[in-house]
């Protein structure tokens, strides 16, 4: 490898390493409680270096949560597969993130910092929580389009499956540390989809199915 | 009025300033770092007396989110003889909205999240009364409406979460990541979009033209 892949590659590592160490730091610390000079320590880098990578603090527990986060690849396998079976695995793969990943320690950090890092909260409540029900909005008009799910108000229809899904996982989760995801988690997302298909799908049930005359 | 009557009204007073002090400091500092010594300054009692009325910090805390939920957890007492089921999710909601916006149950929401990983006993049972003790109580309305046959028969539990859920996502989840936040002038509107939701799914009128099963 030349010189410039060298340099990449050594560059890299030190961005792992500093995400690394930085979210161990966060994770046990809290946001104020970390300290940046520990981090570098611990990613064996100096601050200098730190900083080239990541330009604040708050920088870098954004990099953190983003890595935690569930990634939207999955949104795109969309098409391929039953609407139910997808909206199923969407769900669960979600809600592992949330605890092996432990999306929920790092919202339980932001949470307690709201009072003395306010923008920080407001920031990482705009990255992800409603980027991620953007995209969910934009799937769910998307499937509307495409006439796989019926004509409805998606703003209302994403919150409907994703609060009643925090209800169950995400709310016990934020005031209780040690919580782990519940074993019939499977069968709650399973019940939560077949409730938002039964009023959203286009799919009708055989007692039920008959001719649609003029919808949508 | 009597000593006895007397020494109770004084005790009274006392506890009642008390659990105002604690509310505004534990408002202020959260739970690890307020102090016992500032709240019974600033009650204007000593600490001696502080825990006379509260054995502990901890018991004080869990007063301060008692009295918050105070006449606010229990929905069934707002039901009265009306009989249009968005009204009824309308007046719940508000009386929900009431407690956690007016009573600052966002805040100490938040301070019992800080909490969670240092002081899980304090924390779960707090979270028991703001959280696990509304949706029962929410539980309990619906199913009185589907006894009275105002919604079809359906699994209340999970009624009540796919409800509560909707209004948290709308309203508490952005406020707890934003202390500014307060409740948008177009609340009543938004209430009744999410329980149209509902309401399409479990009400008695049909709404898709097509029978249920």
Do not use: C
Not at chain 1, 7 to 36: C, D, M, P, Q, W
């Amino acid at each position: 490898m030349g010189l410039e892949g060298y340099r990449r590659s050594v560059s890299e590592t030190k961005r792992a390493s500093i995400l690394n160490a930085g979210r161990l730091h966060f994770l046990s610390k809290g946001y104020n409680g970390a300290a940046i000079a520990d981090i570098a320590r611990e990613a064996d880098v100096s601050t200098a270096t730190l900083y080239k990578h990541f330009t604040s603090k708050e920088e870098l527990f954004a990099a953190v949560v983003n890595g935690a986060y569930p990634d939207d690849e999955y949104l795109a396998t969309a098409q391929q597969t039953d609407l139910e079976e997808f909206m199923v695995g969407l769900l669960q793969h979600y809600l592992r993130a949330h605890f092996e990943g432990q999306v929920n320690t790092l919202l339980r950090i932001v949470i307690a910092e709201v009072p003395s890092a306010p923008q920080l909260a407001q920031d990482m409540f705009e990255r992800f929580i409603t980027l991620r029900y953007r995209q969910l909005e934009q799937l769910a008009d998307h499937l509307v389009a495409q006439g796989k799910l019926k004509p409805h108000d998606t703003h209302y229809g994403v919150r409907l499956i994703g609060g009643v899904l925090k209800e169950y996982f995400i709310w016990p989760a934020l005031f209780d540390a040690g919580m782990t995801l519940p074993e019939d988690a499977g069968k709650v997302v399973r019940r939560a989809v077949g409730d938002y298909l039964e009023l959203y799908g286009v799919q009708q049930r055989p007692v039920s199915r008959r001719k649609k005359i003029g919808s949508g | 009025m009597g000593l006895d009557n007397y020494r109770r009204s004084v005790s009274e007073a006392k506890q009642a300033s008390i659990l105002k002090a604690g509310r505004e400091i534990f408002l202020r500092d959260g739970f690890s770092r307020a102090s016992v010594a500032d709240i019974a300054r600033s009650a204007d009692v000593s600490t001696a007396t502080l825990y006379k009325h509260f054995s502990s910090k901890e018991d004080l805390f869990s007063a301060v989110v008692r009295n918050a939920a105070k006449d606010l957890g229990d929905y069934a007492s707002l039901l009265t003889t009306e009989t249009n089921v968005e009204e009824i999710f309308v007046t719940v909601t508000r009386a929900y909205l009431t407690m956690q916006f007016e009573r600052k149950s966002n805040e100490l929401m938040r301070i019992l999240i800080a909490e969670a990983s240092r002081n899980p006993k304090l924390v779960r049972e707090a979270a028991e009364y703001m959280v696990e003790r509304r949706l029962k109580s929410l539980q309990a309305v619906l199913e009185t409406l589907i006894e009275r046959g105002l919604l079809r028969p359906h699994d209340a539990a999970l009624g009540a979460r796919l409800a509560s859920g909707m209004i948290k996502e709308l309203f508490v989840w952005p406020a707890l990541f934003d202390p500014d936040f307060t409740i948008p002038a177009d609340a009543d509107e938004q209430i009744r979009a999410a329980m149209a939701v509902y309401i399409a799914r479990y009400g008695v009128q049909p709404h898709t033209g097509r029978t249920p099963d």
